[in-house]
């Protein structure tokens, strides 16, 4: 569990110097609209499908072997994301690099993804059930504060390196950075422990077949839930940085203070979230974030500073999305069986692509009208918002929680507002087993 957490660290800190400028390096080796285009929706399409084919692998090879050759062959990709600099730098064939780019890192998806589902799957083996929110809590406190600090770095070097008129030397050394860590973590991974896992015949289930069983089973429908949140959340999300950047008019500072601001309200819950997770179980913090989730893009329609957007949309989508995101991620440990949870995972995954994937070719086509009854951005945000909310009354509470929690007494909490009682009494009480008709008939019978 510790080795993991290192290993996530130099990943997180390749995720940042690398993936997260990847569209800003495609504009600097002069990418067209619809180029930028292609390479932002890869993502939604060759992930997913990549995570299906890596589930089959764990057939027929261990995980251990997938995690690190899928992880070692993704990080000599960032020698092919260099030599794409060097070429631009020497006027060599610049027209064609863009469509090099896009070419190069779909290779680096698929092999990113291919040790998706090994990897989901060896974890869930490793941390034990009644852990796993404080465990995650703490693995993402610490690669998202490396994730932020490494975001304010990129942002500073290659600010420098382009007052100088020379961003593509910034590009270079950033590139470099990511393939030292992601080299780390595939050495890393290598001393991982990995439990043993025999793979049976007949618990391989097909895409098809998990997409027939969606209505009937509780985890078809929370991955129903997530894609159609997600869909919504694509509707507006590409959408607030251009927002902010041509109708707001920030400047890139601010901007960059305003993206930042929400992980760092997450970094601060991180271990509040954790320990309400293993305590109350993972539907009732989904439940409890989802009711920001339909609110976040109505209220950008009414914040238009700097401070404002920081301590309203932002404030609460740092709440909402931190404590949905980790409560759907450990949602999937406790739902799945370690045998199948490879395959689940890549499938629940694909249909999140198409959901993020659909968003976006929405989104953009309601951008693209000329509408007069009030401002065109203002417009998507509310059809996010109708979208997220609508996910909500149909699925939420129609997923249940599969393990033993605690349950909340919540008479003291809207009748007696008495804080003690109320922490007492729901931190400090021990679950129990729900009461039956049985057990009353077994009572009287005594």
């Known amino acids: 569990m510790g080795l993991s957490i290192k290993e996530g660290s130099f990943a997180g800190i390749s995720l940042t110097f690398g993936d997260n400028f990847i569209i800003p390096y495609a504009l600097s080796l002069q990418a067209t609209s619809i180029q930028v285009g292609v390479l932002s929706s890869l993502v ?18 261990s995980r251990k072997r997938i995690l690190v050759m899928g992880v070692l062959f993704q990080a ?35 092999f990113g993804n291919i040790a998706g589902p090994a990897w989901f799957s060896l974890i869930g083996d490793i941390v034990p059930e009644d852990h796993r929110g404080r465990y995650f809590a703490k693995r993402s406190l610490i690669t998202t504060a490396i994730a932020l600090f490494g975001t304010i770095i990129v942002s500073l070097v290659l600010d420098n390196f382009k007052a100088l008129g020379m961003v593509l ?36 289930i097909s895409l098809w077949q998990f997409i027939k069983d969606i209505p009937k089973e509780n985890f078809g429908r929370f991955t129903l839930y997530v894609a159609l949140i997600n869909f919504g959340q694509m509707i507006a999300g590409p959408f607030f940085s251009v927002y902010m ?7 890139y500072t601010i901007f960059i203070i305003i993206n930042l601001s929400a992980s760092f309200v997450g970094l601060l819950i991180f271990p509040l979230l954790g320990r309400f997770s293993d305590k109350f179980g993972n539907i009732l913090m989904l439940r409890l974030s989802s009711i920001a989730l339909p609110i976040i893009p109505i209220i950008w329609m009414f914040f238009n500073t700097p401070i404002t957007i920081i301590f309203g949309p932002q404030l609460l989508s740092g709440l909402g999305w931190t404590a949905f995101n980790l409560a759907a991620s450990n949602f999937i440990y406790d739902s799945i069986p370690s045998q199948r949870r490879g395959f689940y995972v890549a499938y629940y995954n694909f249909i999140l692509g198409i959901g993020i994937f659909c968003g976006g070719l929405v989104g953009s086509y309601i951008i693209s009208f000329s509408i007069t009854f009030m401002n065109q951005f203002h417009f998507v945000f509310l059809i996010s918002g109708v979208v997220r909310a609508v996910a909500i009354v149909i699925f939420l509470f129609r997923i249940k929680e599969v393990r ?6 919540w008479h003291f909490y809207f009748w007696r507002f008495n804080v003690h009682r109320f922490l007492y009494w729901n931190f400090g009480r021990k679950p129990t087993k729900r ?12």
């Open 404 to 409: 033993q929690v605690y349950g909340i007494n």
């Open 44 to 61: 939604g399409i060759i992930s997913p499908t990549a995570q299906i084919y890596g589930s089959h692998l764990m057939e027929r090879h």
């Open 76 to 110: 000599l990709m960032w020698i092919s994301f260099i030599s794409l600099a060097l070429l631009f730098i020497n006027n060599i064939s610049i027209a064609a690099l863009p469509i090099l780019l896009i070419v190069f890192y779909m290779i680096y998806l698929i």
């Open 435 to 446: 009461r039956t008709k049985n057990d009353d008939l077994m009572e009287s019978k005594e």
């Open 245 to 251: 950047l041509k109708e707001l008019d920030f400047d």
């Open 169 to 204: 030397n910034g590009f270079i050394i950033i590139f470099i950075v990511a393939l030292f860590c992601r080299s780390t973590s595939s050495v890393l991974l290598s001393k991982h422990y990995d439990p043993p896992l025999e793979l049976e015949k007949k618990i391989h």
